[in-house]
């Protein structure tokens, strides 16, 4: 691992993160395809099964939906499993089980039974990758009542927010943009402190505009509000995180102080994320609205092969357009 | 020992019909000609492969699935098809693809990122790759249900891998297949790793052929590194399903002799003495012992094999370069089409949104 003084990676960070809730419960387990011996595709398991063996470092068969189904029933069975979707892109085998019971067997059963379950998977595009490797579909996960949906932007808050989730009585989808997996080194102190699922984090401070994203497209929204400072526009940036529960409080707050919404976001728009912040901050800040809320976000269209990702996700020049003309509405 | 419980007892002895030395094991009438015709394909495919490794580590192409050792599995079974049958692969099908008449500047375009290089003819018979394992057997099911529907005899043969027999498609595919009595020959190609996951830990079975047994489905397993002995099973394989509407499974027993894909780093999980005992059973080799053997092929015709071999490469890959100068002219609203047969009323507006942004940047 690399020297936190040097700071790291996201691949890094969630390395450390499961290391160090493997070694403070022996009841803590992974599985997943090749997350053992190969220490996982993007690396993210590495060094695991050396330290905590076979039994709990489970290299599965090529099944989703049974890797999914065999940590709910870990999960309900006193262990705190970490299951891993190689990519969200292959996760959809799992939906049913997600769906079916991971979200429902504490109210099924009445909280006789529970599942402190955790779903990794890397999401996203910007990485060159083959087809079913680049979607964004956060929503199918925060659509669903009693599963929490959490999507960090930086190795830091990978970390806090890891160790959140697996402290979570519930189960918690923790989907991983796998475009910042290296793009980014940041100190992790020894003694940091988990994060708090279901709170948004304001990561710039500014007093004309709320900007609002997550995952990689955060990146590009803070570019975007840095280079708009040299012409006058002062923005605030937030970083969601959980995309399920959503805090909307932190979002509406400064909202009633800019009066200016834009939402950023690379999954399709239409039903998508940035359709229910805008929602909430209509509910709760209405009339503290200057000019309509905007969303940059990627098409209702699948994502291209890697020739052209780029030209489907948002970029910071049409981040920066949307915030220009809603200055000038 | 049990009373009452019995446990499987698999009888496959796998079908070998030519040895690693180009010596047929029995006195059988052979289709030499066929055989030659898949020595040139599996040449073909091999050395595009090659070139396919070759430009994707000077980062010209993406990621990609080499398919080196698995030739005479995939086209000693592809030569069986008729040009009417189906071919629905997973991903690493390129030799069968390149059997089955698939352009090569197309799959170049592909794997260089383009969707265009996936412009096939309409009605194409040979699909382009699925990515998510064992997704597309069930399809291969209701491909073959329909053409009976229809009054056509043509056969689907449907490609996966050791690993897509842990997907609950598998099964399920195998079980509709089976009760339909759709025409499909399931052709898994064991070569041995998913990923980093070797064959014996992705299932207790001590074979994968026996999982068809289960669903009341014919099987064999075979010498996936013997074209011959592949062609001889697929032949039954697809009698059965093109005269009498029976499944059938075949396990080729390979080897994947590359990486899993370009992104995937082997020497961490497997012992590369394994790759070199595979060296010796390559496929390509044996059908080459077994040619000049007959005297239908001579160093002469081989060096004239691999030009042409190599000229038509070049000339794909300066065909692909081409065509993708080409592409990155085209704007970038092609990524609107081809989403339903008519754009819907929000595509027609994002899709003139977006091509007003892309206006206005280059003003």
Partial sequence: MTDASDGLTMVDAINRALHEAMAEDDTTAVMGQDVGVNGGVFRVTEGLIDDYGVARVIDTPLAESGIVGLAIGMAMNGARPIAEMQFSGFSYYALAQIENHAARIRWRTRGAHTVPLVIRMPYGAGVRALEHHSESREVFYGHMPGLKTVIPATPARAHALLHAAIRDPDPVIFMEPKAVYRQMREPIADDAEPAQIGTSRVVRRGKDLTLVSYGAMLHRALEAAETLAAEDIDIEVIDIETIAPLDAETIAKSVGQTGRLLIVNEAPPSYGAAGEIAMRVIEQEFYALRVPIRRVCGWDVHVPFFAREQTYLPSVDRIRGAARAMMAD | ?363
């Avoid at chain 2, 005479?72 to 008449?101: K, Y």
């Avoid at chain 2, 290089?117 to 309409?122: I, S």
């Avoid at chain 2, 699925?130 to 069930?138: E, F």
């Avoid at chain 2, 053997?293 to 692909?320: F, P």
């Fill in chain 2, 1 to 363: 020992m049990t009373a009452y419980l019995s446990w499987p007892d698999p009888k496959f002895e796998p079908h070998e019909a030519l040895a690693p030395d180009g010596t047929l094991l029995e006195d059988d009438e052979i289709d030499i000609g066929t055989l030659e015709q898949i020595y040139k394909t599996m040449l073909c495919a091999r050395r595009f492969d090659e070139r396919l490794l070759k430009l994707q580590r000077q980062g010209a192409l993406g990621t990609f699935a080499p398919i080196k050792g698995q030739e005479a599995a995939q086209i000693g079974a592809a030569a069986c098809l008729r040009e009417d049958d189906w071919l629905v692969p997973s991903f690493r099908e390129t030799g069968a693809a390149l059997w089955r008449g698939a352009d090569m500047a197309d799959l170049l375009v592909t794997l260089a990122g383009w969707n265009a290089g996936n412009d096939l003819p309409e009605g194409a018979r040979t699909l382009p790759d699925t990515v998510p394992v064992a997704s597309q057997l069930p399809i291969a099911a209701g491909i073959a249900h329909a053409g009976r529907l229809r009054g056509e005899d043509a056969i689907v043969m449907a490609c996966f891998g050791d690993g897509a027999t842990s997907e609950g498609d598998f099964h399920e595919a195998l079980n509709f297949a089976g009760v339909l009595e759709a025409p499909v020959v399931f052709l898994c190609q064991n070569n041995g790793w998913a990923i980093s996951t070797p064959r014996a830990r992705q299932t207790a079975s001590q074979t994968l052929a026996q999982k068809a047994h289960a669903y009341g489905i014919p099987a064999a397993q075979v010498d996936g590194n013997d074209a011959l002995a592949v062609m001889q099973v697929t032949q039954e394989a697809v009698a059965l399903a093109r005269d009498k509407g029976q499944p059938a499974m075949i396990e080729a027993l390979t080897y994947r002799m590359e990486v899993h894909t370009t992104a995937d780093d082997p020497t961490r999980y497997r012992d590369e003495g394994e790759v070199e005992e595979w060296q010796d059973r390559d496929p390509i080799e044996r059908v080459r012992k077994l040619l000049v053997a007959r005297s239908q092929l001579d160093d002469a015709m081989q060096e004239a094999l691999e030009e042409e071999i190599r000229d038509r490469i070049d000339a794909a890959w300066k065909e692909a370069k081409d065509r993708i100068s080409r592409l990155e002219e085209t704007p970038g609203t092609a990524m609107f089409d081809h989403i339903f047969a008519e754009p819907t009323a929000p595509l027609r507006r994002q899709r003139k949104e977006f091509s007003d942004q892309e206006e206005a940047a280059n003003d």
